[in-house]
Every structure is written in structure tokens, then in C-alpha cells.
């Protein structure tokens, strides 16, 4: 199986500011990564496919990036409701895998 | 928007078997792959496998000798057998769609303690 590593496991940050996460596979997945965010009690929620492609509807401060084995998820000014819980996942083989989560508070 | 929901028991005993069903509302089951996530309490999200509209499936290895997944496009539902269950698959079970290869619309998810 393909391992997915979150850094960090949590980040504290502000109304503002800019907050980076990184995903790390143990093998290369070129650009098989999805990005989801999950708030408690909810379903996860698709940000980004390809590694890159921001999924319709989802605001611009959401930027992603990487390819091969590192990755990384940008949210450029952190607004009250992005508060969450933030997953990758690779799609480049069975089964597909998540990373363990970050969740990103106050 | 096509929108899914999670149905089945609630509580399961001990070496029983835990069976849930999505629904699926607002389009079809379509040429799209259908897929079955789970999270324990507190923890990250596993995936269990998925389900094409002619019956094909891959499994996670490490579950694939207790699932069964099924799909009746008759019904716009498919469904989840997971066989001699422990405490250790108490979970949300979310059941969602496979749009290419990422999961584009989930269902909210249905608690499933195993407990005796």
C-alpha cells in the first residue's frame, strides 16, 4: 500500500493567515492526489483533484501543488470557516490511501 | 446535484454482519464508479472499496475477505456486507460517488457500533 504522510498532524493560525500543509507519499503518485476537508459531524468536501485542479465552487484561497512523492495545500488567508480537518488521498493505485489528517484551529 | 444517503442498523453484534445501503437521488447511478469510506471516532478515513453500475469491484486487501459490495441500478442503491465484524469496525461509513478517480459527492455518513 501506498502511505500518505500529513505534516503537521495540527496548526494553529489566525483569521488572515497563510496556512501550508504538506502531504508526502511513500512512493510516487505523478499528480494522483485529491485534497478534502472535513468538518466535525460532516462529510468530507472535495478542494482539489490532479494535485492542482480546484473543484467547482471551491474559493480561490485554496491552491495546491506537487507532484511524485510531495505535495503541499495553501490556504492563502485563512477565513473563519475553513477551520476543519484537511486530508489527502492518492489515487494512483489500490488501495487508495489517506493521510492521517491536519487539522487546522484556532 | 446528485445527493446519496446512508441506511442500515445502527448497532450490530459481534461476529454479525453489518449490512448498509446508499441511496442514491438526483441522477443515476450512471457510468460512475460508487465507493464505501469509513472513520473510526476520532481517527482518519479508511477506504473500504468500490463498485461500477455492471457489478465490478476492487476491495482494500485488508478487508477484502469480509466485504461484499452490491449494486441495483433498478433501485438507484448499492450496498455494503461487511462479514464477522468486531468492535474494531464500529465507524461512520460513508458511501459516496467516484467521479474519474476522486470522490465527488458523499452521503452524510451512518454510525455503525458493533457491540453486543
Known amino acids: 500500500d501506498i502511505q500518505m504522510t500529513q505534516s503537521p498532524s495540527s496548526v494553529s493560525a489566525s483569521v488572515g493567515d497563510r496556512v501550508t500543509i504538506t502531504c508526502r507519499a511513500s512512493?510516487?503518485?505523478?499528480?494522483?492526489l485529491v485534497w478534502y476537508q472535513q468538518k466535525p459531524g460532516k462529510a468530507p468536501k472535495l478542494l482539489i483533484y490532479?494535485?492542482?485542479s480546484l473543484q467547482s465552487g471551491v474559493p480561490s484561497r485554496f491552491s495546491g501543488s506537487g507532484s511524485g512523492t510531495d505535495f503541499t495545500l495553501t490556504i492563502s488567508s485563512l477565513q473563519p470557516e475553513d477551520f476543519a480537518t484537511y486530508y489527502c488521498?492518492?489515487?494512483?493505485?489500490?488501495?487508495?490511501?489517506f493521510g492521517q489528517g491536519t487539522k487546522v484551529e484556532i | 446535484q446528485v445527493q446519496l444517503q446512508e441506511s442500515g442498523p445502527g448497532l450490530v453484534k459481534p461476529s454479525e454482519t453489518l449490512s448498509l445501503t446508499c441511496t442514491v437521488s438526483?441522477?443515476?447511478?450512471?457510468?460512475?464508479?460508487w465507493t464505501w469510506i469509513r472513520q473510526p471516532a476520532g481517527k482518519g478515513l479508511e477506504w473500504i472499496g468500490r463498485?461500477?453500475?455492471?457489478?465490478?469491484?476492487n476491495y482494500n486487501p485488508s478487508l477484502k475477505n469480509r466485504v461484499t459490495m452490491s449494486i441495483d441500478t433498478s433501485k438507484n442503491q448499492f450496498s455494503l456486507n461487511l462479514r464477522s465484524v468486531t468492535a474494531a469496525d464500529t465507524a461512520v461509513y460513508f458511501c459516496?460517488?467516484?467521479?474519474?478517480?476522486?470522490?465527488?459527492?458523499w452521503g452524510q455518513g451512518a454510525l455503525v457500533t458493533v457491540s453486543s
Open positions: 459516496a460517488r467516484v467521479s474519474i478517480y476522486y470522490f465527488d459527492n
Open positions: 438526483g441522477g443515476s447511478l450512471g457510468s460512475y464508479y
Open positions: 463498485i461500477y453500475t455492471s457489478g465490478g469491484t
Open positions: 512512493q510516487g503518485i505523478s499528480s494522483w
Open positions: 490532479d494535485a492542482s
Open positions: 488521498q492518492q489515487a494512483h493505485s489500490f488501495p487508495r490511501t
